[in-house]
């Protein structure tokens, strides 16, 4: 349900492509890019700190333009106004910062020919290997100017990440001190293959054996409350304004704009040609790609058409005097706009009903009796939503009577998860004393009445078996069969919907020919992979030690 936000906002990039529609423009005057980088760290507009030192408004305005540059050139467009996309841009300024300042400690001069090179390689061609000319001239002509930005912002930026790239080499210098001697052991160990059979007692084949009892239900649901326990949730009003009202609309807007053309072209060229696909994942053609976005101009100009209506509704309903939560029935009535109540929805999942975007429940859950109407219309991907509440419902737990077939059958689970562990317990315990007795595996296997099963050969890179009854049970598997030698049986191994017995059969180590003919490739690998660990933990103490304190930071810290 929230992607929908997203593609919505992308509907309102192109139509109004032209002007600067980031997170920080509230903030930040544009007209303080004069002037460039030079700004300096300090300075009577501070915004933040850095090493206890304050950071210039100017200083992050470069540096958050430098991370907006750092995201299209990683995904390809450009980050939109949505939570996300502001908070990577802002987690982006807050590193880059650090290592800025730390290319301004040891003075690092990065030469034109390196900016050069970083840019020829940036813009080559990826089949014909050669500098595409034409796209860095529409990419600097073009898409630069469109976000507000020079020329000379994106030579900064280039010469910033040629800088870090010299800092990682250097800060992870350890890590690429891998000898051939110690790759070819990892890479051994990583690939050696080992053979095994394993038994699974998996919970639902001993669901048969469950009994259910009304008293134990009841004890169950008892000790089980929190899971049964319905959270807070809210029931609003609303009044949708359809996208699908407003095509007229669109439809003279996309007439009087007699920049379409150009437009559609720069999104095509920004996106790239490869952004654009079917169904069946397979890359549009131009002239397909540009109908489509065509089509989503056409429907964020009706969009922006049904937001105007709903902010004009909204005016009128937050003048209504007094303020009663039936006043948003009453004016659309008046007014011949349907209204409509939502069912009851929690604050993290939404309503089930509609395709509306997280502000939705974020601004139904901030209403109040006192407060009952948003000052904002909620825009979504088919129109926009003015809300109003109609009830709040506290958090309850449900009669057990009212959910008892649930509670029964998550009771039935429940105990067949017990019982498929009891079993593996017990049959560890004799696979133990009888082995110990000289007994073969399948034999005891046999009178124990449980099926061995022989896995595909495996390694530590292994992705997945097929005989494994649940995917996630893998790691575990790999963990227990790794952990013995050849003969010996693993403890009963706890999972998810049961666990498992297994005996390591054999080893089966790499081929002489596949290590000779993979190792020199591992081991460039691993020395990125361990270069790039090394630079890790010393870019996390950097930042411990420099207490960055920025605009967002509060966002960045509570974002997944």
């Known amino acids: 349900m929230f992607d929908s936000i997203r593609r919505h906002q992308k509907w309102l990039w192109i139509v109004i492509s032209g002007l600067t529609i980031i997170s920080f423009v509230w903030y930040f005057n544009p007209q303080v890019t004069q002037g460039g980088y030079g700004g300096g760290w300090g300075g009577e507009q501070a915004v933040g700190s850095i090493y206890g030192r304050p950071v210039s408004r100017q200083a992050y305005f470069d540096v958050y333009q430098e991370s907006r540059l750092r995201y299209f050139l990683s995904y390809q467009h450009w980050p939109g106004n949505d939570d996300l996309s502001r908070q990577m841009v802002e987690r982006e300024a807050h590193h880059r910062l650090l290592l800025i300042e730390k290319l ?20 080559r061609d990826p089949e ?18 469109n976000q507000s930005l020079r020329v000379t912002d994106f030579e900064r930026f280039v010469r910033h990440e040629v800088g870090i790239q010299h800092l990682v080499a250097v800060a992870g210098v350890s890590g690429r001190l891998v000898t051939p001697q110690e790759a070819e052991a990892v890479y051994r160990r990583e690939n050696e293959a080992v053979e095994a059979e394993a038994v699974f007692f998996v919970s639902s084949n001993y669901l048969a054996n469950v009994t259910v009892d009304a008293a134990a239900v009841a004890q169950f649901y008892t000790n089980q409350a929190s899971l049964y326990r319905v959270p807070e949730r809210a ?31 720069r999104l095509y060229q920004e996106r790239g040609a490869n952004f654009f696909k079917d169904t069946n994942d397979m890359v549009l053609p131009a002239a397909a790609a540009k109908e489509k976005i065509k089509g989503e101009m056409h429907q964020a100009y009706a969009v922006l058409a049904a937001r105007k209506q709903a902010i004009e509704f909204a005016t009128e309903l937050l003048e209504l005097q007094p303020r009663q939560q039936d ?19 929690t604050r993290d999942g939404g309503p089930v ?3 509306v975007p997280e502000d939705f429940s974020k601004i139904a859950f901030a209403l109040t009796v006192e407060e009952p109407f948003g000052e904002q219309p909620v825009v979504a991907e088919d129109g926009v939503y003015v809300l109003g509440l109609k009830k709040r419902l506290p958090s309850e737990l449900p009669p057990l009577e009212s959910i008892r077939e649930k509670v029964s059958e ?3 689970k429940n105990q067949a998860l017990t019982l498929a562990r009891t079993a593996g ?10 082995l110990a007795q000289s007994k073969a595996f399948h034999a005891i296997c046999q009178e124990a009445n449980v099926k061995p099963v022989r896995l595909n050969p495996f390694s530590q890179n292994t992705q997945s ?8 049970d893998l790691s575990l598997v790999k963990n227990a069969a790794f952990a013995l030698s050849i003969g010996e049986i693993s403890p009963f191994v706890q999972t998810r919907n049961g666990g498992f017995v297994l005996q390591l059969q054999a080893r089966l180590p790499v081929p002489e020919a596949r290590v000779q003919a993979e190792l020199p490739a591992y081991l460039i690998t691993l020395r990125r992979s361990r270069q790039t660990q090394a630079f890790d933990q010393w870019f996390l103490r950097q930042m411990e030690l420099a207490r960055v304190n920025l605009p967002g930071e509060k966002d960045d810290e509570e974002s997944p």
């Open 327 to 345: 006043n948003i029935d009453r004016l659309a009535a008046a007014k011949g706009f349907p209204s409509k109540a939502t069912e009851p929805f």
């Open 353 to 355: 009903d509609l395709n």
């Open 128 to 145: 014909q290997k050669v500098f595409r000319k034409e796209a860095y001239d529409r990419f600097v002509k073009e898409a630069l100017p």
């Open 235 to 265: 029931q609003v009003a609303y009044v949708k304004f359809e996208a699908t009202n407003y095509l007229a609309e669109a439809d003279t807007r996309m007439v009087q704009d007699t920049n379409l053309n150009l437009r559609i072209e």
């Open 104 to 123: 301004q400690e040891i003075n690092l001069q990065v030469s034109d020919a390196a900016v050069a090179q970083w840019i020829a390689e940036a813009f």
């Open 410 to 412: 998550d009771y039935r």
């Open 465 to 472: 078996l097929p005989d494994l009854p649940n995917r996630g």
């Open 425 to 434: 317990q017990s049959f560890h315990g004799t696979l133990t004393n009888q």
